[in-house]
T-cell receptor, first 110, second 110 residues
Framework: DAGVTQSPTHLIKTRGQQVTLRCSPKSGHDTVSWYQQALGQGPQFIFQYYEEEERQRGNFPDRFSGHQFPNYSSELNVNALLLGDSALYLC?????????FGPGTRLTVT | KNEVEQSPQNLTAQEGEFITINCSYSVGISALHWLQQHPGGGIVSLFMLSSGKKKHGRLIATINIQEKHSSLHITASHPRDSAVYICAASISGGYNKLIFGAGTRLAVHP
């Protein structure tokens, strides 16, 4: 079992561009949550997907959107990138209370 | 005031010392997680607690539900324990949504 995988590992974009990050959950996990971790801070909850629908959302603007596919993998899309979107984006998959984290995607916006 | 507070923010220890990291929370939880994050970003789940105490090797985690407090202890610390330790609360009825503390940066010197 590969655990939670994320791609790409690193990404550099310029302001105003759009980005898509991908996450494959641990086998058997049906729920995917996305978190943003700015440098030196704890992760912040962006949203959670379950059964291909957004089930919960944190305090992030509509520029942040997502999708979950029938195989439970998920995408995070960010439009109109701002410098402040530079962060580590973490995906966590869960089943009941068990949570596993991916290695993260480090996004740099210049 | 953050819903999950950790202390200390930074901790330096000599190899072999006993280390304690504290976490207090102000929300109703279904579980409390202790996580480890090394430079580069990847997060590893160390413990998930809903009551009592758990031990894994040199790591011990305890939780007091009435006092809304948890501690992570490291016995016989080693330089390879150097990392950021994060506590995160699974919110009651929150579908595994996690609220994170800011993390404790631990440096263990030989």
């Amino acid at each position: 079992d590969a655990g939670v995988t994320q791609s790409p590992t690193h990404l550099i974009k310029t302001r105003g561009q759009q980005v898509t990050l991908r996450c494959s959950p641990k086998s058997g996990h049906d729920t995917v949550s996305w978190y943003q971790q700015a440098l030196g801070q704890g992760p912040q909850f962006i949203f959670q997907y379950y059964e291909e629908e957004e089930r919960q959302r944190g305090n992030f603007p509509d520029r942040f959107s997502g999708h979950q596919f029938p195989n439970y993998s998920s995408e995070l899309n960010v439009n109109a990138l701002l410098l402040g979107d530079s962060a580590l984006y973490l995906c966590a998959s869960s089943s009941h209370y068990e949570q596993y984290f991916g290695p993260g995607t480090r996004l740099t916006v210049t | 005031k953050n819903e999950v507070e950790q202390s200390p923010q930074n901790l330096t220890a000599q190899e072999g010392e006993f280390i304690t990291i504290n976490c207090s929370y102000s929300v109703g939880i279904s579980a409390l997680h202790w996580l480890q994050q090394h430079p580069g970003g990847g997060i590893v789940s160390l413990f998930m607690l809903s009551s009592g105490k758990k031990k894994h090797g040199r790591l011990i985690a305890t939780i007091n539900i009435q006092e809304k407090h948890s501690s992570l202890h490291i016995t016989a610390s080693h330089p390879r324990d150097s990392a950021v330790y994060i506590c995160a609360a699974s919110i009651s009825g929150g579908y595994n949504k996690l609220i994170f503390g800011a993390g404790t940066r631990l440096a263990v010197h030989p």
